[in-house]
């Protein structure tokens, strides 16, 4: 739950004829998902097979220094081309996803797995390198990747996985995460993949700032095709994105990573 918006920016940014068709789309979110269901059913649930081998590359690695020094690294090229082409050519109809439920985080969001539940993401057979791509990072591999990347000393690992997709008029309310404050949480960062979008600004890439309202931003990321943002959840800063453009979209898979300790425990 995020935490610290700005009172002027909500009103700012949740007022006009697109906003208003957003907050439709939110008070008939029930209605949607039931239309969504219903067309999930008559697709073709044959397997697909995915081919390509998950890989993240050394950019992650190379960015390393940024992030100890920043508490944030954009990457470029972070997916193995073949791979990033396979989860591009794959990437799911609107109706695998659903609408969005508030006004602070207007997108469609899927395939969600945290590390309490089933090791299986909703539909992996009909997209399996999704499921491929949430295999990998739950390994001890990437687990000690992000680690030597964060530059801590105790283990991090993996507890959420999601899908989604933005449209014209979809936002992020520059917020803290609410685990900004939990004295629980030794540590947290979060991993943005970018697998698709237009040209900034105005597709939905996520910005980092210094303040609440966009003012003083940190990075936003140039491109949004095979690139990544990473950064601290515990830093003092805010993240965020204003709403999208006509003729501009984003996807993206994200993914959180705590010290190991935490999230074991959430689980008992």
């Not at 396979?86 to 945290?114: A, Q």
């Not at 910005?207 to 943002?229: Q, R, Y």
């Not at 805010?238 to 689980?267: E, N």
Request: aromatic letters at 14%.
């Amino acid at each position: 739950m995020g935490v610290s918006f700005s009172g002027s920016y909500y009103k700012k940014y949740s007022n006009g004829p697109i906003q208003f068709l957003i907050k439709l789309r939110i008070k008939l979110d029930e209605l949607t998902k039931k239309i969504r269901l219903l067309r999930r059913k008559f697709q073709n649930k044959q397997p697909r097979i995915s081919n390509a081998t998950c890989q993240i590359t050394n950019s992650l690695e190379q960015a390393a220094n940024h992030y100890q020094k920043n508490g944030w690294a954009y990457l470029e090229n972070v997916l193995s081309p073949d791979f990033h082409q396979e989860i591009l050519k794959n990437w799911p109809k609107s109706y695998y996803l659903n609408p969005p439920r508030k006004m602070t985080k207007s997108y469609n969001t899927g395939f969600r797995w945290d590390y309490d539940i089933s090791p299986k993401i909703d539909y992996a057979d009909q997209f399996p390198a999704f499921q491929k791509f949430l295999d990998y990072l739950i390994t001890d591999e990437f687990a000690k990747r992000i680690r030597n990347f964060a530059g801590v000393n105790f283990d991090l690992m993996c507890d959420s996985f999601l899908v989604s997709s933005t449209f014209v008029g979809s936002q992020v309310m520059p917020h803290k995460d609410g685990i900004y404050s939990d004295e629980k949480i030794k540590y947290c960062l979060n991993i943005l993949f970018f697998i698709n979008g237009r040209e900034m600004p105005g597709s939905g890439g996520l910005v980092l700032a210094k303040d609440n309202e966009l003012n003083e931003i940190m990075i936003e990321p140039p491109k949004l095709i095979n690139t990544g943002l990473i950064y601290d959840v515990k830093a003092d800063f805010y993240h965020g994105f204003k709403p999208v453009k006509l003729d501009k979209f984003r996807w993206a898979i994200s993914s959180q990573f705590c010290d190991k300790d935490y999230v074991i425990r959430q689980t008992k």
